[in-house]
């Protein structure tokens, strides 16, 4: 049976004025002002309280760091020591942790209007070695598409590095285990719910060896590639030590400059490193929240895009923005990147491309990120009516403007998984309570 999703206040689509019709779990038709739909047999849902948007795409996190929110031995600290503040609480992650941690950022996620999100799992304390099992086995359960990514940390103190040596592994263990993963969880072509890509995290908590090993293996398995690059001042000076070249000199000798790669932050590229960037294809995930909290600096989202490259929207780990909500993280890039570029160069429509469009090329996908006919059928639904939407003019930038935090449905692949506001069959608040409970115990030591 064909869905009409019908006369919506508004929608972020050209051509779709009197909505959408979904069937099998694709946009099947656009229907213009004046006309009716030719899909035969269609059912109506009648979409006049509702601003529609395609799923939201989140490019960038770590679902364990919702555990570690506002942690008080890492305020007011840059990136660096806010890490190692981190770190040793991270140290003692558990299986059940991990469990709620990724069910409550993606319960989160969902309700702020996200289809589709990655991870960036990349602590694997010893009996918590199935922490990639573990998440995408709750991304199952909630019904959200996910590209899950397997991290790793194996340069620690004792080489150099910023983590301590309990939370890095061998790196053999690292490809042993991102091969598993990838043979048992990764789905290939339109419509794949559970998809895998490889992660190491950082040029300064990863060995040159295990990043080269890492994008040989990529290559071989067909799947992508993710880590931060280009986060901070520290990052460039800690390169410039160690390998004697800045973050991108090095991401092109560890064979990362290409398509197949997309970088957290992307903050400190010169112009120079724009435009390689921009011919290798590779995309970036912008952060808004996080690159404010830590003074990270602002990321040069406009000079990327005239130079080429497609940038998305992260909201980054839970212990740097520290929420979990994407439509906030579209007004505040938009925000950012405004103040940055002017009003001239940044529009509300712009900052909703970049989670939507952008955010699909970031996770190398052309089946979703807008609402066209043969795009999966994920659709974000938000509702006008609180307090801070009274008085609004243009529906689509009063999304944006007067700060929406909260859809009121959510399709993925033509199924709703949030109706009402609600997660059917999740219990919102067990789920903070046994979350809080181990957060405190995590915390506790
Ligand atoms: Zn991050």
Redesign the pocket.
Known sequence: MALWIKDPLAIFADGAERGVVVKDGRIAELVPAGREPSTPNVKTFDAGEYVVLPGLINT?H?FYQTLTRAVPAALDRELFPWLQALYPIWARLTPEAIDLAATLAMAELILSGCTTTTD?HYVFPAGSEDGVDIEVAAARRLGLRVLLTRGSMNLSQRDGGLPPDSVVQDEDAILADSERVVARYHEVGEGAMVQIALAPCSPFSVTTSLMRATADLAKRLDVRMHT?LAETEDENRFCLELYKCRPLDYLEDCGWLNERTWL?HGVHFNDGEIKRLARAGTTVAH?AC?NQTLASGTCPVCAMEDAGMRIGLGV??AASNDSSNLMQEVRAAFLLQRSHYGVKKVSHKDALRWATKGSAACVGRTDIGEIAVGRMADLALFKLDELRFSGSGDPLAALVLCGAHRADRVMVGGRWIVEHGELPGIDLADLIRRHSAASRRLRGG
């Open positions: 960038h770590h960036h931060h957290a952060c996080s980054d780990g």
